[in-house]
């Protein structure tokens, strides 16, 4: 009799604990790909909620602000798309998405990026960059790999 009570209870406990873990998770800070849960120096802050941020410029160099793309942006969506695809890079699970938008401009992308891979010692990462504006619906696909400055580069798309 003492082993059928026991197992609803412990259903009831590993799923207690289950459900502490995701809890957990959850308020975990974003690590970055070299495993610092701290940018590097230099790296542009993203901007959660506020108008413009830092000039992410140099952080993702061919990205979506050298891209044909960029041309329907304005600065302020430029900055944030390239702040977006920078923290993408950087700390976006594989298959996940990274969202920006700017509601003064209804503009606004979303980045899904690949698993990360080493090339020459290099880690890299395959991704899109689908970008809304004007109504009109644009996507960016590139591999960039990690420099060791922090910044990462295109290396296609």
Do not use: K
Request: hydrophobic share 35%; proline share 5%; with cysteine.
């Amino acid at each position: 009799m003492t082993s059928r009570r026991a197992g609803p209870a412990l259903i009831a406990l590993a799923f207690a604990l289950a459900l502490g873990a995701c809890q957990t998770a959850a308020r975990r800070p974003a690590t970055f790909i070299d495993g610092r849960s701290t940018p590097p120096a230099g790296a542009p802050e993203f901007p959660q909620g506020t108008e413009g941020g830092v000039d992410a410029g140099g952080a993702v160099q061919g990205g979506i602000a050298d891209s044909d793309i960029a041309r329907s942006l304005g600065d302020t969506d430029r900055q944030r798309a390239t702040q977006a695809e920078y923290f993408a890079l950087e700390t976006a699970v594989a298959g996940r998405s990274q969202t920006w938008s700017n509601p003064q401009t209804n503009s606004s992308g979303t980045i899904v990026v690949g698993e990360t891979y080493e090339i020459n010692r290099t880690r890299c990462r395959d991704y899109t960059h689908t970008v809304t504006a004007a109504g009109d619906e644009r996507t960016l696909r590139a591999t960039a790999c990690r420099q060791p400055n922090g910044t990462w580069r295109s290396v296609s798309g």
